[in-house]
């Protein structure tokens, strides 16, 4: 997907993703059950748990208070000028047919995954009702839901491995 829209990476980033993955091969060859993400995972939990604790964001948000002013003052001026630009055509906005379907399959897979939860979790509740018509212990609502929602996600899970991008 980088390389697909040409979006820009950190140097950073890609070094420390070339340095991972030479470690993961080093390590692979010489214990060839090395699991990589069983090891890193408690690093990269603790990593996460520190960046995005409350007081570390509180950090971010003092240092960053006067930039965030200053982006919430200007940016209704900033839309209007770009509106414009757009508009007057000193700014050409390229369609790309491609993208637009990668962007339509994409939201399909979202809009089936959010019915699928919302179907366990009303057959989860109605399960719980315990009244109605029963089968195997359970309310026929609920049983429906679960059967329905594992029929959508075996679907869903099909579709994505058969229509991938490779």
Do not use: C
Not at 1 to 11: F, L, N, Q, S
Not at 92 to 115: G, M, Q
Not at 137 to 166: C, D, E, N
């Amino acid at each position: 997907m980088i390389t697909k829209y040409r979006a820009r990476v950190p140097p950073e980033f890609t070094l420390i993703a070339r340095a991972v993955s030479l470690i993961e091969e080093v390590a692979y060859s010489l214990d060839g059950e090395f699991d990589a993400a069983a090891q890193f995972k408690p690093m990269v939990k603790k990593l996460i748990l520190q960046k995005f604790s409350p007081k570390n964001m509180a950090d971010v948000l003092v240092d960053n208070m006067f930039e965030l002013e200053h982006l919430v003052k200007n940016l209704p001026q900033n839309i209007n000028r770009l509106v414009a630009r757009v508009g007057n055509g000193e700014i050409k906005v390229r369609y790309s047919e491609e993208l637009s379907e990668d962007i339509e399959r994409t939201s399909n897979k979202l809009v089936v995954a959010i019915i699928i939860e919302a179907l366990l979790l009303g057959s989860s509740w109605i399960i719980q009702i315990n009244n109605g018509p029963m089968i195997w212990g359970m309310p026929i609502l609920g049983f429906l839901g679960f059967v329905a929602s594992g029929v959508l996600g075996v679907g869903l899970i099909i579709y994505i491995l058969r229509y991938r991008k490779i």
